[in-house]
T-cell receptor, first 114, second 109 residues
Framework: KAGVTQTPRYLIKTRGQQVTLSCSPISGHRSVSWYQQTPGQGLQFLFEYFSETQRNKGNFPGRFSGRQFSNSRSEMNVSTLELGDSALYLC?????????????FGNGTRLTVT | QKEVEQNSGPLSVPEGAIASLNCTYSDRGSQSFFWYRQYSGKSPELIMFIYSNGDKEDGRFTAQLNKASQYVSLLIRDSQPSDSATYLCAVGQGGKLIFGQGTELSVKP
């Protein structure tokens, strides 16, 4: 069974631009969660989607948004990029609730904002 | 107080020894607990999950949970150099996982 697939693997953007990251979950997994990982803050929860609905949201500004499609694939968007948005963005899928079911992470998208 | 706390390490153990990684959490209502391994430059990989008090074994790994003490640990028996990585403890809370900062483990040949 294929794992979680994230594209692209690397991105370099300029301050003020916007970016869209893509995630394909493990087949059969309907929950998709997004996390941001930085050296200083560690892994922080962004949001979780289940059946095309945002079920939970972390403490990030409105510049961070996401959506989920009917095939469970998910995208996250960051608008008006800031230098502090440079991070590894991880998508994870699970069979059930993203807080009680094991999460399976993709390889991540490393975003660099210059 | 951080919600999930781990010793940052590094924890250094000789090859073949038992590595003991510890984690405490603040939300007494937490019901699900996970251990992930993350190699440098890679994404987190699920090792174990535990929901009930006591021990859960999987190969060389044992997860231990004590909800009364709000404590979860991971034991790695017969540690190998390939176990050298950062180990992340995560606690389920309100539909998301809260991660600790991770403990860096170094297994010396």
């Amino acid at each position: 069974k294929a794992g979680v697939t994230q594209t692209p693997r690397y991105l370099i953007k300029t301050r003020g631009q916007q970016v869209t990251l893509s995630c394909s979950p493990i087949s059969g997994h309907r929950s998709v969660s997004w996390y941001q990982q930085t050296p200083g803050q560690g892994l922080q929860f962004l949001f979780e989607y289940f059946s095309e609905t945002q079920r939970n949201k972390g403490n990030f500004p409105g510049r961070f948004s996401g959506r989920q499609f009917s095939n469970s694939r998910s995208e996250m968007n960051v608008s008006t990029l800031e230098l502090g948005d440079s991070a590894l963005y991880l998508c994870a899928s699970s069979l059930g609730d993203g807080g009680n079911s094991p999460l399976h992470f993709g390889n991540g998208t490393r975003l660099t904002v210059t | 107080q951080k919600e999930v706390e781990q010793n940052s390490g590094p924890l250094s153990v000789p090859e073949g020894a038992i590595a003991s990684l510890n984690c405490t959490y603040s939300d007494r209502g937490s019901q699900s607990f996970f251990w992930y391994r993350q190699y440098s430059g890679k994404s987190p990989e699920l090792i174990m999950f535990i929901y009930s008090n006591g021990d859960k074994e999987d190969g060389r790994f044992t997860a231990q949970l004590n909800k009364a003490s709000q404590y979860v640990s991971l034991l790695i028996r017969d540690s190998q150099p390939s176990d050298s990585a950062t180990y992340l403890c995560a606690v389920g809370q309100g539909g998301k996982l809260i991660f600790g900062q991770g403990t860096e483990l170094s297994v010396k040949p």
